[in-house]
């Protein structure tokens, strides 16, 4: 059985930072890219980032380039994502996701499993 759990979520103000973390378990690490993508209230799904396996590459939505950064630790099968710059539109519930090849891709149906989600709420 595939499990993510996020973490690290919280409420913070405009210009802190949080880390992210998101825990994988079982046989569902190795030979995936992971992803990040998040949610706002009454808003679609958006991709935040994404990093290859083994970590080599990386990708972001334009709005965070620069301020958020993602990373792997293989060995303890977690992902981060390091939010430097916070601003009240990075409000969400962010979700981690486990791609279904070693390439990372932007859109929602090339994930296959996914966590439960962390809050994120960024006051002004």
């Known amino acids: 059985q595939v499990q993510l759990v996020e973490s690290g979520g919280g409420l913070v103000e405009a210009g802190d930072s949080l880390t992210l973390s998101c825990a994988a378990s079982g046989d569902t690490f190795a030979w995936h890219s992971m992803g990040w993508f998040r949610q706002a209230p009454g808003k679609e799904s958006e991709f935040v980032a994404a990093?290859?396996?083994?970590?080599?590459?990386?990708s972001y939505v334009n709005s965070v380039k620069g301020r958020f950064t993602i990373s792997r630790d293989n060995i303890k099968h977690i992902i981060y994502l390091q939010m430097n710059g916070l601003k009240p539109e990075d409000t969400a519930t962010y979700y981690c996701a486990r791609g279904k090849s070693v390439s990372f891709e932007r859109t929602k149906t090339d994930y296959d499993y996914w966590g439960q989600g962390t809050q994120v709420t960024v006051s002004s």
């Open positions: 990093i290859s396996w083994p970590g080599t590459r990386t």
